[in-house]
């Protein structure tokens, strides 16, 4: 059982910047061997893959609209993962959930057998 607690969402203006931490109450053992991925929801819209980074953290993955401004990374000593977010724009704004899975990455959300609660970012143009 692994429980997922997000933090760092925020109100920001549109181009700046922000980090979300996914922090896991799993053992450091257990965590490590989780692959991780970050999703959001925005309202009257389907929960969508964000980024995700295999268990190692060798791997990574972003979806098109966000590469190149975002950027995931893990810390398995700390027993967490980051989303760091620049030039953020309005539709990025929404509720950012981060996932965990055991062993292989994957972009579907369908895939992850635990998930945090959430952290809401909004973004003022």
């Known amino acids: 059982q692994v429980q997922l607690v997000e933090s760092g969402g925020g109100l920001v203006q549109a181009g700046g910047s922000l980090r979300l931490t996914c922090a896991a109450s799993?053992?450091?053992?257990?965590?490590?061997?989780?692959?991780m991925g970050w999703f959001r929801q925005a309202p009257g819209k389907e929960r969508e893959f964000v980024a995700a980074i295999s268990v190692s953290g060798g791997n990574t993955y972003y979806t098109d609209s966000v590469k190149g401004r975002f950027t995931i990374s893990r810390d398995n000593a700390k027993k967490t993962v980051y989303l760091q977010m620049n030039s953020l724009k309005s539709e990025d704004a929404a509720v950012y959930y981060c996932?965990?899975?055991?062993?292989?990455?994957?972009?579907?959300?369908?895939?992850?057998?635990?998930w945090g609660q959430g952290t809401q970012v909004t973004v003022s143009s």
């Open positions: 799993s053992s450091t053992r257990t965590f490590s061997i989780y692959a």
């Open positions: 996932a965990a899975r055991p062993l292989k990455t994957t972009t579907n959300p369908g895939e992850y057998d635990y």
